[in-house]
């Protein structure tokens, strides 16, 4: 049963491209959440998705942030004009359905964004 | 201040020693964490808590929901548990489900 995959592993960019970061959740869970630790700081809160809404975006930036987790296929943090800023390590977590109660969530390994 | 603190933020151990960090909170919670990262990896989720204790091979975590409180114990520490430790907690009520992490704290055990 593989557990939450993240791509790519790591993702350089320049100032001013856009950054795609892709992440499937464990088979069966329908949550969704997005973490981003900068650098010396400790992991924030971004968003949480279920399939197809956004539930809590309260995390995210107002600007050039954008998070999905469409029917079919991988949520996706899109990261419009990136800057410098942006360089941090992005995680994400699934959980299972609320139905079965509030459950550990699962992390994957990150995705680690760069910017030049 | 933050809602999430853990102390200490950097220990260090010899090999065999008994470790405990700490966490503390100021907000209600419906469940509490704990993680583990290792340099440049992943996270493990090693803990999930909303009352007592649970005990997982070598490491125990305790909570005390009246004093917001939590504590990870490591026993027979080995160089291998060199990893941050991160205490996240759910806060209670609402329908979000989203965490709020501590800063963590680097452990180092010393062969």
């Known amino acids: 049963n593989a557990g939450v995959m993240q791509n790519p592993r790591h993702l350089v960019r320049r100032r001013g491209q856009e950054a795609r970061l892709r992440c499937s959740p464990m088979?069966?869970?329908?949550?969704v959440y997005w973490y981003r630790q900068l650098p010396e700081e400790g992991l924030k809160f971004m968003v949480y998705?279920?399939?197809?809404?956004?539930?809590?975006e309260s995390g995210m930036p107002k600007e050039r942030f954008s998070a999905e987790f469409p029917k079919e296929g991988p949520s996706i943090l899109r990261i419009q004009q990136v800057v410098r800023g942006d360089s941090a390590a992005y995680f994400c977590?699934?959980?299972?359905?609320?139905?079965?109660?509030?459950?550990?969530?699962?992390f994957g390994d990150g995705t680690r964004l760069s910017i030049l | 201040k933050n809602e999430v603190e853990q102390s200490p933020q950097n220990l260090t151990a010899q090999e065999g020693e008994f470790i405990t960090i700490n966490c503390s909170y100021s907000v209600g919670i419906s469940a509490l964490h704990w993680l583990q990262q290792h340099p440049g990896g992943g996270i493990v989720s090693l803990f999930m808590l909303s009352s007592g204790k649970k005990k997982h091979g070598r490491l125990i975590a305790t909570i005390n929901i009246q004093e917001k409180h939590s504590s990870l114990h490591i026993t027979a520490s080995h160089p291998r548990d060199s990893a941050v430790y991160i205490c996240a907690v759910r806060s209670k009520g609402g329908a979000t489900n989203k965490l709020i992490f501590g800063t963590g704290t680097l452990l180092a055990v010393q062969p």
């Open positions: 998705l279920q399939k197809e809404n956004i539930i809590d």
């Open positions: 088979k069966g869970h329908s949550h």
């Open positions: 977590a699934s959980s299972p359905p609320s139905w079965q109660g509030y459950q550990p969530q699962h």
